[in-house]
């Protein structure tokens, strides 16, 4: 079975460009999740969706981070502008709500460097 | 305010001797707790869980125990190899919508 599929692995920009990440979840999970995790810090929830609904969103800084799911599938993470703190993993994960929220499957992350 | 902590962000052993990681949480509401590893550049990979009805649960070489009256949790690792060198989080479910809550991470080296 395929993992959890993030891209770019790794993202080197100037502040103030715009950025995507981009993540494909396992086959059949309906809920995916994107987190935010700097250096020695465990993930932060940005985004949750159950299939292409935004159910919480909470913790996403809406003025400059924005995220899509369209088909319920795939899905991409935007941030523009891009911001020196926002250097960080950003990491994307799926789970099949009927084993429960702790069966979240994460992909590798990208790492996000803002020069 | 909600948060999982730990007590140790450091921990060396020796291949061969047991671990234990330990983590403090202080949402009393939580009642589901689990433990990652995360290699480095990977992502947290599930471990054990546990659910606030259960004191102790076993794995392979791993063992989650429960202590709800002072809001802690202990990851016990078996025989440590080389292979169990990573940083381990625990979480709750504690968030809004019981969403995960993550601790800041123990890296545990093993020396062999």
């Known amino acids: 079975e395929a993992g959890v599929v993030q891209s770019p692995r790794y993202k080197i920009i100037e502040k103030k460009q715009p950025v995507a990440f981009w993540c494909n979840p396992i086959?059949?999970?309906?809920?995916l999740y994107w987190y935010l995790q700097n250096l020695g810090q465990g993930p932060e929830l940005l985004i949750r969706y159950e299939n292409e609904e935004a159910v919480d969103d909470s913790q996403l800084p809406k003025d400059r981070f924005s995220a899509e799911r369209l088909k319920g599938v795939d899905s991409t993470l935007k941030i523009q502008p891009a911001e020196l703190g926002d250097s960080a993993v950003y990491l994307c994960a799926s789970s099949d709500p009927t084993r429960g929220p702790g069966t979240q499957y994460f992909g590798p992350g990208t790492r996000l460097l803002v020069l | 305010g909600e948060s999982v902590g730990l007590h140790l962000p450091t921990l060396s052993v020796q291949e061969g001797d047991n671990s234990i990681i330990n983590c403090a949480y202080s949402?009393?509401?939580?009642?589901?707790f689990i433990w990652y590893k995360q290699e480095s550049g990977k992502g947290p990979q599930f471990i054990i869980d546990i659910r606030s009805n259960m004191d102790k649960r076993q794995g392979q070489r791993v063992t989650v125990l429960l202590n709800k009256t002072v809001k802690h949790l202990s990851l016990q690792i078996a025989a440590t190899q080389p292979g169990d060198s990573a940083v381990y989080f625990c979480?709750?479910?504690?968030?809004?919508?019981?969403?995960?809550?993550f601790g800041k991470g123990t890296k545990l080296s093993v020396k062999p």
């Open positions: 086959s059949g999970h309906n809920t």
């Open positions: 979480a709750e479910n504690g968030g809004s919508q019981g969403n995960l809550i």
């Open positions: 949402n009393s509401a939580s009642d589901y």
